[in-house]
């Protein structure tokens, strides 16, 4: 079996399309190799919508939610992301990105 410690980072922030989060979560759900955490940033306040997506996908995959008070831009927030990433290896996917299934691999 192929090593999965790695982690994917996202940042969330409330003008995210749904529909391309959920599409993004789903490809991360697909793939041949499962990472072993997805670290979601909430830059600032989300949303319901974007929110619910999110704890949809919680409960199939290992992901854990940074929450920011504020909007602090990309940059920072990935900042704030890499230091919750428990693994050496990081990906980093936006969250209107579509993996294709073997990308981890």
């Known amino acids: 079996m192929l090593n999965n410690e790695f982690?994917?980072?996202?940042?969330?922030?409330?003008?995210?399309d749904p529909k391309c989060l959920y599409e993004s979560l789903e490809s991360i759900a697909s793939q041949s190799i499962a990472p072993s955490e997805i670290v979601i940033v909430f830059d600032g306040i989300i949303g319901g919508?974007?929110?619910?997506?999110?704890?949809?996908f919680s409960s199939?995959?290992?992901?854990?939610?940074?929450?920011?008070?504020?909007?602090?831009g990309l940059g920072n927030a990935l900042n704030e992301g890499l230091k919750c990433c428990s693994n050496k290896w990081i990906f980093r996917?936006?969250?209107?990105?579509?993996?294709?299934?073997?990308?981890?691999?």
């Not at 982690?7 to 995210?16: G, H, I, P, R």
């Open 7 to 16: 982690s994917v980072l996202l940042s969330l922030y409330y003008k995210e």
């Open 49 to 56: 919508e974007l929110e619910n997506i999110v704890h949809e």
């Open 60 to 72: 199939k995959m290992p992901i854990k939610i940074i929450r920011l008070p504020e909007n602090i």
């Open 93 to 105: 996917m936006d969250t209107d990105d579509v993996c294709l299934p073997d990308r981890f691999k």
